[in-house]
């Protein structure tokens, strides 16, 4: 509403929505990585199940203050990872699963 009526956000809000964001991020690229190990879906990309993957399993979500490089690109690997690892075996059960999970 600060937004519609004009009066904006001060740079503290600023800086916990960016926090927010991160961590968002983060738990997203965690509950996929959860999802393909319950499902049994192999990486496609070698150090995503080398390294990556065990990067962000092993970061608490809630610790992450901000998105470091290496986190970066263990993200953008993850995420094309387990886009095209989603696609090719069927996302209807993971999607149905990850519902459920959250419920």
């Known amino acids: 509403m600060r937004i519609i009526h004009g009066a904006g956000y001060s740079d503290e809000d ?3 929505f960016r926090i927010m964001v ?3 991020i983060h ?3 965690r509950t996929l990585c959860e999802q393909m190990d319950n499902l049994q879906i192999e990486y496609e990309i070698e150090i995503n199940a080398d390294s990556y993957a065990d990067l962000i399993l092993d970061t ?3 610790n992450v203050q901000e998105l470091l490089s290496e986190m ?3 993200i953008k690997s993850l995420w094309y990872d387990s886009v095209s ?3 090719t075996t069927g996302g ?3 999607s149905s699963l990850t519902l459920v999970n959250t419920i």
Do not use: L, T
Request: charged residues 25%.
């Open 14 to 16: 600023r800086k916990g």
């Open 22 to 24: 991160f961590q968002n």
């Open 27 to 29: 738990k997203v690229i």
């Open 60 to 62: 608490d979500p809630e």
């Open 72 to 74: 970066v690109v263990a």
């Open 85 to 87: 690892s989603f696609v």
């Open 92 to 94: 209807v059960n993971f």
